[in-house]
Antibody, heavy 125, light 110 residues
Framework: QLQLQESGPGLVKPSETLSLTCTVS??????????WGWIRQPPGKGLEWIGS???????YYNPSLKSRVTISVDTSKNQFSLKLSSVTAADTAVYYC?????????????????WGQGTLVTVSS | QSALTQPRSVSGSPGQSVTISCTGT?????????ASWYQQHPGKAPKLIIY???KRPSGVPDRFSGSKSGNTASLTISGLQAEDEADYYC??????????FGGGTKLTVL
């Protein structure tokens, strides 16, 4: 059973860089037909897609965050990571990682499943 | 790129049916037959319950069904049960390799 687990600091200072890692277990991050994505949810608010990566390193980013986001992959560790620079209080959120069907295969696409449990990152001095 | 529009809240009594709408544009929901829906209980991660507008993942009860008309996707939950009380989010491809979510709908089972 595929599982994803986020890890990283729960507190980041304003103007610094938020760094999180997602570890994939029960399956290979090098699976064809799947990307790996980051989604966030500010407290009490809705979901926002941040970006997604393929095992080859090919990335897609939310245009509203693109200038501050870097997503990378380490296939040897079955992990992918998120870096968000110049953070402010507005970046305080629960950050989720998820498997992402970003390209169509057998007529199915554009969904996120499964999701990690999420990790709360607070931006505060 | 604004969020897809969902009602903030809906409610229904056990056994009844409710429908949650998700309105986008001809560039996102209307352009692709791949809208998806997620159920999120408090303090939990979202769970995929509908994909490709009408398909259900294994293990999701057939009380959950999806549809689409024009720029609006809909999630219908029939035979409401107490455990269906949760937040529901829709999602759609928005073109140019970007994805968006709806603002979320809180379902209350009365």
């Amino acid at each position: 059973q595929l599982q994803l687990q986020e890890s990283g600091p729960g507190l980041v200072k304003p103007s610094e860089t938020l760094s999180l890692t997602c570890t994939v277990s029960g399956g290979s991050i090098s699976s064809s037909n799947f990307h790996w994505g980051w989604i966030r949810q500010p407290p009490g608010k809705g979901l926002e897609w941040i970006g997604s990566i393929y095992y080859s390193g090919s990335t897609y980013y939310n245009p509203s965050l693109k200038s501050r986001v870097t997503i990378s992959v380490d296939t040897s560790k079955n992990q992918f990571s998120l870096k968000l620079s110049s953070v402010t209080a507005a970046d305080t959120a629960v950050y989720y990682c998820a498997r992402h069907r970003a390209h169509c295969s057998a007529g199915s696409c554009y969904w996120f499943d499964p999701w990690g449990q999420g990790t709360l990152v607070t931006v505060s001095s | 790129q604004s969020a897809l529009t969902q009602p903030r809240s809906v409610s229904g009594s056990p056994g009844q049916s409710v429908t949650i709408s998700c309105t986008g544009t001809s560039s996102d929901v209307g352009a692709y037959n791949h809208a998806s829906w997620y159920q999120q209980h408090p303090g939990k991660a979202p769970k995929l319950i509908i994909y490709d507008v009408i398909k259900r993942p294994s293990g999701v009860p057939d009380r959950f069904s999806g549809s689409k008309s024009g720029n609006t996707a809909s999630l219908t939950i029939s035979g409401l049960q107490a455990e269906d009380e949760a937040d529901y989010y829709c999602s759609s491809y928005a073109g140019s390799y970007t994805w968006m979510f709806g603002g979320g709908t809180k379902l209350t089972v009365l």
